[in-house]
């Protein structure tokens, strides 16, 4: 199984998020609803590593 996140040198590092929800399900549905599931998957990914989505300062979205 792959790491969600990393800790390095003071930052988190995020592997790349997918529209799953905690079971690993895919969730179906427009292109907003999933975007919401991946940022809330990020934030309590996030908040595991002692940060937040206030602290981001990269964002990369690859849309398929």
């Known amino acids: 199984m792959q790491s ?4 390095a040198g003071g930052q988190v590092w995020l592997s790349g998020q997918i529209p799953a929800d905690a079971q690993g399900n895919l969730i179906k549905g ?3 609803e999933k975007t ?5 998957n990020t934030e309590a990914i996030l908040k595991e ?7 981001v300062v990269k964002v ?3 849309a398929l």
């Open 60 to 62: 990369v979205v690859r």
């Open 30 to 32: 427009s292109t907003v």
């Open 36 to 40: 919401k599931v991946i940022i809330q």
């Open 4 to 7: 969600q996140a990393i800790k």
């Open 49 to 55: 590593a002692g940060s937040g989505l206030g602290r």
